[in-house]
């Protein structure tokens, strides 16, 4: 690995691409320094030998210079050992050679994605030429084609970079994961040879700017009634029920069980929901707890675990992970629902499929000392951490700040 004196945090990155990339006895054999400013990389393997690289000693030099670096020494071994040698074949591999891109991205790039689904790829990465018409936006890789047939091309990481995200709002989720999706492209072509280290990416990370959390309008029960009663299909009646009792998202109704517990049949969630900022970790399955529903005459028995067990169908939800698109595209064609939003409009707010899990919600709060709930027995419930349901909910949870105001009229 080589040995870095400056312990900046550029420094450490490059390192840690370097060893990901370095067999492992071979690593402590090499050294990179500055030298007068520029960068010296050194081997000692039989003998000492030393070449001073055309890269500035910086963080943008080093961003060029570490695919290059790679690229000498996998040529240094396959040659005999000669450090100016394997300087001159990279030299050579990386002029202006013709790279047939589209065949690049679409099979040996592809395969090495093994765990970007097909649909990420078309969304995210590359979108083939067949199904270009029915884009809008195309992806960042389909940029980088473009933008690397013109007769200006880019001629550095940087200027492509900058040029292939253009479409996206600076700060944006959207520019984020297309810049990630360029940064994997390039670093692989180049430290394969494939590309010239010239266009080794920029590695600072953008700042994320997020957007201002919208705020969703909690159905209310009467609200809930008169969409169960305007509904004429059994099945989504049967929805929106289970919805507003349990505080299910729209996706829970594909995986809900009954299951044997220790006093009984219980309903479970088994639905299993990617949390966001941490690859790969998801929500655990949940046990579900009603909130009935309270009309005139008080509260309202549906009998709903009950039904579910003796097998009462619900809805065509489409697609795996685009239930709340199924429920969106029924209820927007309700008056009612029209009705309800431009309620939900006047107060600010917006009324979204998840309005009928909002309701749980406001409820769960709104009765936590008549039911002696705290706020993890409510996130508990709802498939959320304390924190995730407190950024979520904040605006339910009881402060008694304002009663405080409210004594004085009283006295």
């Given at each position: 690995?080589?040995?870095?004196a400056e312990?900046?945090?550029?420094?450490?990155?490059?390192r840690?691409v370097?060893?990901?990339?370095?067999a492992e006895?071979h690593k402590?054999k090499?050294?990179?320094g500055?030298?007068?400013?520029?960068?010296?990389?050194?081997?000692?393997d039989?003998?000492?030998q030393?070449k001073v690289?055309p890269?500035?000693?910086?963080?943008?030099g080093f961003?060029k210079?570490?695919?290059e670096?790679?690229q000498?020494?996998?040529?240094?071994?396959?040659?005999?050992k000669?450090?100016?040698?394997?300087c001159?074949?990279?030299?050579?591999?990386?002029?202006?050679?013709?790279?047939?891109?589209?065949?690049?991205i679409?099979?040996?790039?592809?395969k090495?994605?093994?765990t970007v689904s097909?649909?990420?790829?078309?969304?995210s990465y590359?979108?083939?030429?067949d199904?270009?018409?029915?884009r809008k936006?195309l992806?960042v890789?389909?940029?980088?084609?473009?933008?690397m047939?013109?007769?200006n091309?880019p001629?550095?990481?940087?200027?492509?970079m900058?040029?292939?995200?253009?479409q996206?709002?600076f700060?944006s989720?959207?520019r984020?994961?297309?810049?990630r999706?360029?940064?994997?492209?390039l670093?692989?072509?180049i430290l394969?040879?494939?590309?010239s280290a010239?266009?080794?990416?920029?590695?600072v990370?953008?700042?994320?700017?997020?957007?201002?959390?919208r705020?969703?309008?909690?159905?209310?029960?009467?609200?809930?009634?008169?969409l169960?009663?305007?509904?004429?299909?059994p099945k989504?009646?049967?929805?929106?029920?289970?919805?507003?009792?349990?505080?299910?998202r729209?996706e829970?109704?594909?995986?809900?069980?009954i299951k044997d517990?220790l006093k009984?049949?219980?309903l479970?969630?088994?639905y299993?929901k990617s949390m966001?900022?941490?690859?790969?970790q998801k929500?655990?399955?949940?046990?579900?707890?009603?909130?009935?529903?309270?009309?005139g005459?008080?509260y309202?028995?549906w009998?709903?675990?009950?039904?579910?067990d003796?097998g009462?169908?619900?809805?065509?939800?489409?697609?795996?992970g685009k239930?709340?698109d199924?429920?969106?595209?029924k209820?927007?064609?309700?008056?009612?629902w029209?009705?309800?939003?431009?309620q939900?409009?006047?107060?600010?707010?917006?009324?979204?499929p998840?309005?009928f899990r909002?309701r749980?919600?406001?409820?769960?709060?709104?009765?936590s000392?008549?039911?002696?709930?705290?706020d993890?027995d409510?996130?508990?419930?709802?498939g959320?951490?304390?924190?995730?349901h407190?950024?979520?909910y904040?605006r339910?949870i009881?402060?008694d700040?304002?009663?405080?105001?409210?004594?004085q009229?009283?006295?």
């Amino acid at each position: 690995m080589p040995k870095l004196a400056e312990t900046d945090t550029w420094v450490k990155y490059y390192r840690a691409v370097v060893r990901g990339e370095m067999a492992e006895h071979h690593k402590w054999k090499w050294s990179v320094g500055n030298h007068n400013g520029s960068i010296r990389l050194q081997v000692n393997d039989g003998k000492k030998q030393t070449k001073v690289l055309p890269f500035e000693w910086s963080q943008k030099g080093f961003g060029k210079a570490i695919p290059e670096i790679l690229q000498i020494y996998k040529r240094f071994y396959e040659g005999n050992k000669q450090l100016t040698a394997a300087c001159e074949k990279v030299k050579v591999s990386s002029s202006n050679t013709e790279v047939d891109f589209v065949h690049l991205i679409s099979k040996p790039f592809r395969k090495y994605c093994t765990t970007v689904s097909d649909a990420t790829w078309i969304k995210s990465y590359y979108c083939p030429p067949d199904k270009i018409a029915k884009r809008k936006v195309l992806p960042v890789l389909n940029q980088l084609v473009r933008l690397m047939e013109l007769n200006n091309k880019p001629k550095n990481g940087e200027e492509l970079m900058n040029k292939a995200l253009d479409q996206w709002e600076f700060g944006s989720r959207s520019r984020d994961i297309s810049r990630r999706a360029l940064q994997k492209f390039l670093n692989w072509a180049i430290l394969r040879g494939k590309l010239s280290a010239d266009y080794a990416p920029v590695a600072v990370e953008e700042k994320r700017y997020k957007k201002s959390k919208r705020v969703g309008f909690a159905l209310k029960d009467d609200q809930i009634l008169q969409l169960i009663a305007s509904e004429k299909d059994p099945k989504w009646q049967f929805a929106y029920q289970l919805m507003a009792v349990y505080g299910l998202r729209p996706e829970d109704l594909r995986y809900l069980v009954i299951k044997d517990g220790l006093k009984g049949k219980e309903l479970w969630s088994m639905y299993e929901k990617s949390m966001g900022g941490t690859r790969g970790q998801k929500t655990e399955p949940r046990k579900l707890a009603p909130l009935p529903i309270k009309d005139g005459k008080g509260y309202i028995n549906w009998n709903l675990q009950e039904r579910l067990d003796k097998g009462e169908e619900l809805p065509s939800l489409g697609r795996e992970g685009k239930a709340s698109d199924a429920l969106r595209t029924k209820l927007i064609r309700n008056k009612l629902w029209k009705k309800f939003r431009k309620q939900a409009q006047k107060q600010k707010e917006e009324l979204v499929p998840y309005a009928f899990r909002h309701r749980f919600a406001k409820v769960a709060h709104s009765r936590s000392v008549e039911l002696n709930l705290n706020d993890k027995d409510i996130a508990q419930v709802m498939g959320h951490t304390k924190e995730v349901h407190a950024a979520n909910y904040a605006r339910f949870i009881p402060d008694d700040t304002y009663d405080k105001f409210e004594k004085q009229l009283v006295a």
